[in-house]
């Protein structure tokens, strides 16, 4: 009878029903890799046994699945190595007080002091000091009775002195925030580059992921159809 029918299978030479029967051009092509990498002579007009095609399903999926974890972990290794490289282009840390000269220091420490409020309220504690002590209790006849000539020539003084050392600390200070600027720019530029590099790589981490899913889709299919046609004889 047809049913009692045998073939023999091109990979194992065991003989199996004719219903088992598949031939190799049917077989889609990541499950026929498979079966050419263990058994180099076979080919598209061969025959094997649905139950051994089975098997070869299975070891597909399983293989992609173990292979697509690994290359997950690779793929987080290798964000991760590119991100903790130590080729930092600035140096965010630098310590810029042992870049700055003498004058700059006193400079910077004169213009510090010299827009405070304990600068203006130690002035303002001089000035009444001083007037009160020439008008009250000296009686207006003391070093410097009003209109107070001494003090005026000393206020022209510290103006003088004061605003060329104001004028270098905010040279000074424009020169950093110029040095600041080129460093943020400097660091969103590379951060730029990694973001694209990392987008590149999900994006053909997503591609590489779409591509299995829809090989693993027909494999499933091609079983279910097998299946249905085997309930059907």
């Keep these: 009878m047809k049913n009692d029918s045998t073939f023999k299978s091109a990979i194992s030479n065991l003989s199996f029903p004719v219903t088992q029967k ?7 092509d990541p499950v026929l890799g498979l079966i050419v990498k263990d058994h180099p ?35 987080e290794k290798s964000v ?3 991100l903790n490289e130590d080729k930092s282009i600035v140096n965010i840390v630098e310590d810029e007080d042992e870049t700055r000269s ?12 010299g827009g405070s409020w304990t600068f203006i309220i130690s002035f303002l504690l001089f000035i009444v000091i ?35 050392v104001i004028m270098m600390s905010q040279n000074r200070q424009e020169e950093k925030d110029r040095t600041r600027a080129k460093k943020d720019y ?9 973001i694209r590099m990392i987008h590149d790589k ?22 279910m159809n097998d299946i249905l046609n085997q309930i059907k004889k």
Excluded: T
Aim: glycine share 4%; aromatic share 10%; charged share 20%.
């Design 130 to 164: 001083w007037i009160s002590s020439n008008v009250y209790i000296l009686m207006n006849k003391g070093f410097d009775p009003y209109p107070f000539i001494l003090l005026n020539l000393i206020l022209s003084c510290i103006a003088a002195l004061q605003a060329p």
């Design 41 to 75: 002579s076979f080919c598209d007009s061969d025959f094997i046994s649905f139950q051994e095609l089975n098997k070869y399903r299975q070891k597909y999926i399983s293989d992609y699945l173990s292979n697509e974890i690994g290359a997950l972990s690779n793929l």
């Design 102 to 113: 003498f004058g700059q220091k006193i400079a910077d420490k004169v213009a510090d002091f």
């Design 22 to 28: 598949v031939s190799g051009k049917s077989i889609h």
């Design 202 to 223: 999900i994006d053909h981490l997503i591609m590489h992921q779409q591509q299995e899913l829809i090989e693993i889709q027909k494999v499933q299919i091609e079983m």
């Design 186 to 194: 400097m660091i969103n530029l590379k951060s730029e580059l990694e």
């Design 80 to 82: 991760i190595s590119s």
